[in-house]
């Protein structure tokens, strides 16, 4: 299993920036994709931003420009450097990571950590 703890949420003014952090233990070796979801109230999760393994990434539109997704691997840990944030960016901002064991692929998520952005 992959366990996997993010941190650098909190509240903060429109057009300012945050960098939450991911970090995973137990069995990364075998970890591929790593990507940031999140989910505001009333609202479907939905895909932020992704990453590779070999470090190709992808972003939502809505983050385009914004939001930066990077991993380093020998610290294990996936993070998303979010700028020029909008009220719209609220929501519990969620880590996951897709590893494949044998030929299944199997699926890991943080907690989850809380992102606000006042007006």
């Known amino acids: 299993q992959v366990q996997l703890v993010e941190s650098g949420g909190g509240l903060v003014q429109a057009g300012g920036s945050l960098r939450l952090s991911c970090a995973a233990s137990g069995n990364i070796f075998s970890i591929n994709d790593m990507g940031w979801y999140r989910q505001a109230p009333g609202k479907q999760r939905e895909l932020v931003a992704g990453?590779?393994?070999?470090?190709?990434?992808n972003y939502v539109d809505s983050v385009k420009g914004r939001f930066i997704i990077s991993r380093d691997n020998a610290k294990n840990t996936v993070y998303l450097q979010m700028n020029s944030l909008k009220p719209e960016d609220t929501a519990v901002y969620y880590c996951k990571a897709r590893r494949l064991g044998g030929s299944t692929w199997y699926t890991s998520w943080g907690q989850g950590t809380q992102v606000t952005v006042s007006s």
């Open positions: 990453i590779t393994s070999g470090g190709s990434t």
